[in-house]
């Protein structure tokens, strides 16, 4: 036995966006084993790209060859078992499947390496040394995982190779630049997800830069949260997850605050004076047009929808898409209660009712939600009883068996290397926005982002997003607020 505890949350990840039935998903993990090479004396960029691929690779695949001479390599074993005690950790691998770290040659496999605020992977052994830089490493370890996944998945050839400056999304600016000792000042960090644990996990490695972070997060770590939440051992569940973050924080150089509530319960106590910068990730769109309709002086956003990821930075008096212009109800994002609608079939009214006060559908509403799921009506008796929440949530979550039919319906779980990715930009954004000397050589563009993570990475990420018509940054009133509070 070696699939994760957590396999249902793999499943609903990986089966909602391949459309693998639950009996091939598990298949085709257990006959695969990726392997992690690492070359010896890995140098500060090495360690964090290994340390990084054996955790994505071990919330996966429940196969693992961990191989090295270097003492690193059996704490990398440690770790991956630490985050599924079940995996099995095998000799060897072929390259096809395996991601190489450092001096060390693998034919067929994947080099990931990083220098300054470069991001790379190769298809043949890098040369060695970087200027160390803990997001680009971090970068270029979940683009690695990545090409992995569509080469096992989807059967992809080897890709091009990647050169990603995480400054301007060109190939190589601040390829030389080192970190520096820079405060970024105080932050309100909202959302400990799966995207705010990649953004934590690279901060916890930024050993320089300066500054205040206040965590907000009211949930604890469950089981499922597992599948990609980079913070999280299997020994983390049912801790507090803004706790889980501080902890990792400890040798960081940012000084960390927590309160284990939402923004919306935190926000009374601001008695307290409002810090200049917010950065979001949480999992809803009220929270996010809360956050901008707070007005603080600079919004960065860090997310994952359908297949896609992404991170924005805005200062609402510049004259480009405010963060609530992103999250305008005609846009993106459904809630839960729309999403379970539409998954069976109901009138929203209906579904928002059922929600509320946690009723199970009827004989004839189940009957009909499993004709839209395209599953035999025996499928859903299991769940007659249950709240429609739970229903959803285990659609969701893989634990009812659909066909192809229906998984296009629903919410598709994100894939831990896209959650990661998502994460890694936004703290990049907020490092970027906040010390004015990358600033200054930083893209302008408000939206970076990569549109289908089963296809290649993208030529171009970058996004100018115009206001929208009707969003509060066009409104005199919210305008002379923020220009009267932050003297701009
Ligand atoms: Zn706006």
């Known amino acids: 036995m070696a699939l994760a505890p957590f396999f249902d949350r793999i499943y609903g990840a990986v089966g909602m966006h391949l459309s693998v039935s639950r009996e091939n998903l598990s298949s085709s993990l257990e006959s695969t084993v990726v392997g992690i090479h690492c070359g010896p004396n890995l140098n500060p960029n090495e360690r964090i790209i290994a340390e990084l691929t054996v955790n994505l690779a071990a919330r996966l695949y429940p196969k693992l060859a961990i191989i090295g001479q270097d003492v690193d390599v059996e704490w990398l074993k440690s770790l991956a078992l630490e985050i599924n005690p079940d995996i099995e950790i095998v000799a060897n691998a ?55 996944f569509r080469r096992i998945f989807l059967h992809s050839k080897q890709e091009p190779d990647l050169s990603i400056s995480l400054l301007d999304f060109g190939s190589n600016a601040g390829e030389h630049l080192e970190l520096t000792t820079e405060s970024i000042g105080d932050v309100l960090f909202v959302g400990v997800g799966a995207v705010g644990n990649a953004a934590i996990w690279a ?22 949260n597992l599948q990609r939440y980079v913070l999280a051992a299997y020994s983390d569940v049912s801790k507090i997850k803004v706790e889980l973050a501080a902890s990792a924080m400890q040798h960081s150089a940012l000084s960390v605050l927590t309160s284990q509530s939402t923004l919306e319960e935190f926000t009374p106590l601001l008695g307290w ?33 359908e297949g896609a990821l992404g991170a924005s930075w805005h200062e609402f008096s510049r004259n480009a898409a405010c963060l609530a212009c992103l999250y305008q109800p005609h846009g993106q994002g459904l809630s839960a209660t ?10 929203e009214e209906r579904a928002a009712t059922l929600w509320v006060t946690r009723a199970p559908l009827s004989n004839d509403e189940r009957k009909a939600a499993a004709k839209v799921l395209g599953v035999k009506p025996a499928v859903l008796k299991p769940w007659r009883n249950k709240p429609i929440g739970e229903l ?4 969701v979550c893989g634990a009812v068996p659909l066909d192809i039919g229906g998984a296009g319906r629903v919410e598709v779980v994100p894939l831990a290397h896209q959650s990661v990715l998502a994460g890694i930009l936004m703290a990049v954004e907020l490092l970027k926005r906040c010390q004015p000397e990358l600033a200054s050589i930083s893209q302008p563009e408000t939206l970076i982002s990569w549109d289908d993570i089963l296809r290649p990475a993208p030529k171009n990420w970058k996004k100018p997003r115009p206001r929208e018509n009707g969003c ?17």
């Open 94 to 148: 072929i390259g096809e499947t395996s991601i190489c770290v450092g001096s060390t040659n693998v034919e067929g496999a994947i080099y990931p390496s990083a220098s300054g605020w470069v991001a790379r992977v190769s298809h043949q052994p890098p040369l060695s040394g970087g200027i160390e830089n803990p997001y680009a490493a971090s970068a270029a370890s979940a683009l690695a995982c990545s090409e992995l």
């Open 338 to 347: 729309q999403q379970a609608a539409r998954a069976f079939g109901l009138l």
């Open 203 to 224: 901060m916890s490695k930024d050993e320089k830069t300066r500054g205040t972070l206040t965590l907000l997060d009211n949930e604890t770590v469950t089981l499922s």
């Open 472 to 488: 509060i940054c066009g409104d005199q009133v919210y305008q002379s607020v923020y220009r009267e509070k932050w003297l701009v």
């Open 273 to 305: 004076v409002q810090p200049p910068t917010t950065c979001i990730s949480v999992d809803n769109v009220n929270g996010r047009r809360v956050a901008q309709a707070l007005l603080p002086k600079l919004v960065i956003n860090g997310w994952t929808g």
């Open 392 to 395: 959803y949530t285990d659609v």
